[in-house]
C-alpha cells in the first residue's frame, strides 16, 4: 500500500514513525558520478539539477542497477512526475551535508499541490525581514504565548543578519561535542527554519507554514516531557541504558518550564505520531474560518496527509542542520 493513499486514527502505516540515527550509512544508493550519495532519488535529482545542470556525471548509479538487497519492500518505479514532487518510496528526499536541499524538497512537494513559491526575489536582508516579521500570522491565534517564543526569535536572528549579513547566526550556536548536535531551544530552531523557508513561499503560504510549525511547538509544549519520559523509560527496559528515569526532567531543571524553551533538537521527532494522528484533527478547527482558507494543511485527510510529508521533510532539514541525529522515514504495511 503506498502510504500517500489513506489516513486515519487507526492506520499508522502513513505516518513518519521510523526514526533513523545519524551514523545510519545503509541504503545511501542513490550516488552521484562526483562522489555524493543521497539516500533517495530526489536528493539526487536535486543535487544533478543544482551542481550538474541535470547531467550526470559518468559513474552515477542508482538502486535499480545495484545490489537489489539494498531496498526493502515492493520497488516502485519513479517517474518525471515523481522527482518533480520530491516522491520516493522510502526515505525522501535529504542531503547528508546540504540543509538548502532539504529547502528545496519541502518546495518541490509543495509544487505538486500548487502554486506557493514566491514571485518575489528578495536580495537585501532587510526585505526578508520585513516580509518575514509583517507577514507572521499573529492573528490566526487566540493566545499570543502560542508564536511569541518563535516570532522573537526570527526577529532576532534576522536582526543579526541584517547586521552581519556575511555572517550566519548559526555559527554562534554551541555545540554539544558528545552528541554532535547543536544545543540551540526548540524554539529557536523553528525560528531558524521558518527564516530559511519563509521568503520562498507566497505570503498565503507562509502564514500556512508559520501556524504548521507554531502548532508543532505548541504540541511539544504540551506532550514533549511525557515523551522523553516514556522513551528513556522504554531505553531502559530495552537495556539500552543503565539509567533508570527518575523524573520527567533533569533535578536541576524547572519542572515548569516550557518543553521548547528548555529542550534542544535532540528529541524533537518523538512526538510526530501523535501530532500528526491526534494533535493536528483538533488543532486546526479551532483556527475556525482561517482554516477554510488553507490549501495546504488542515483537518482533513487529504491535508494529513500533506503534514506527514511536510514534517517528513522537516526531519531532514533538522537532521541536515544538526539539531538532531536522527530523522524520519516513511513505512508502509508491505514493510514490515
Not at 525581514?129 to 532576532?156: E, R, T
Not at 540551540?184 to 527554519?193: E, G, P, V
Amino acid at each position: 500500500m503506498d502510504p500517500i493513499n489513506s489516513i486515519n486514527k487507526d492506520d499508522a502505516s502513513v505516518l513518519a514513525r521510523a526514526r533513523r540515527r545519524r551514523n545510519d550509512q545503509s541504503s545511501r544508493d542513490y550516488t552521484c558520478g562526483c562522489g555524493k550519495s543521497y539516500l533517495s532519488y530526489p536528493a539526487l535529482y536535486t543535487h544533478l539539477k543544482q551542481k550538474h545542470q541535470g547531467s550526470p556525471p559518468q559513474g552515477t548509479t542508482q538502486p535499480n542497477n545495484m545490489n537489489p538487497k539494498a531496498n526493502r519492500g515492493r520497488p516502485k518505479r519513479l517517474d518525471e512526475n515523481d522527482l518533480k514532487e520530491g516522491k520516493s518510496d522510502d526515505e525522501r528526499s535529504i542531503s547528508n551535508n546540504e540543509p538548502d536541499e532539504t529547502i528545496e524538497q519541502v518546495l518541490l512537494f509543495l509544487d505538486s499541490i500548487g502554486n506557493f513559491r514566491s514571485v518575489t526575489k528578495y536580495e537585501k536582508e532587510e526585505e526578508k525581514q520585513v516580509y518575514l516579521l509583517n507577514s507572521f500570522p499573529k492573528d490566526y491565534f487566540i493566545n499570543n504565548q502560542d508564536y511569541q517564543s518563535i516570532y522573537n526569535y526570527m526577529k532576532d536572528i534576522t536582526n543579526e543578519r541584517v547586521k552581519n549579513p556575511d555572517q550566519d547566526p548559526l555559527t554562534k550556536e554551541e555545540i554539544d561535542k558528545d552528541k554532535n548536535i547543536k544545543k540551540t531551544q526548540i524554539s529557536k530552531i523553528l525560528a531558524y527554519f521558518l527564516v530559511a523557508i519563509g521568503p520562498l513561499l507566497n505570503e498565503d503560504a507562509y502564514k500556512e507554514m508559520a501556524t504548521f510549525i507554531v502548532s508543532f511547538s505548541i504540541a511539544l509544549n504540551e506532550m514533549g516531557y511525557q515523551a522523553l519520559q516514556n522513551y528513556e523509560q522504554e531505553q531502559y527496559q530495552q537495556g539500552d541504558t543503565d539509567k533508570k528515569t527518575q523524573t520527567l526532567v533533569k533535578q536541576d531543571q524547572n519542572m515548569n518550564a516550557v518543553y521548547c524553551e528548555e529542550q534542544n533538537g535532540e528529541q524533537i521527532l518523538l512526538i510526530t505520531n501523535e501530532f500528526i494522528l491526534s494533535f493536528l484533527p483538533q488543532y486546526f478547527p479551532k483556527l475556525g474560518n482561517v482554516e477554510k482558507t488553507f490549501r495546504i494543511f488542515g483537518s482533513p485527510d487529504e491535508k494529513l496527509k500533506n503534514a506527514v510529508y511536510v514534517t517528513q521533510h522537516l526531519s531532514y532539514w533538522l537532521y541536515a542542520m544538526k539539531f538532531t541525529n536522527s530523522r524520519l522515514a516513511l513505512y508502509t504495511d508491505d514493510d514490515q
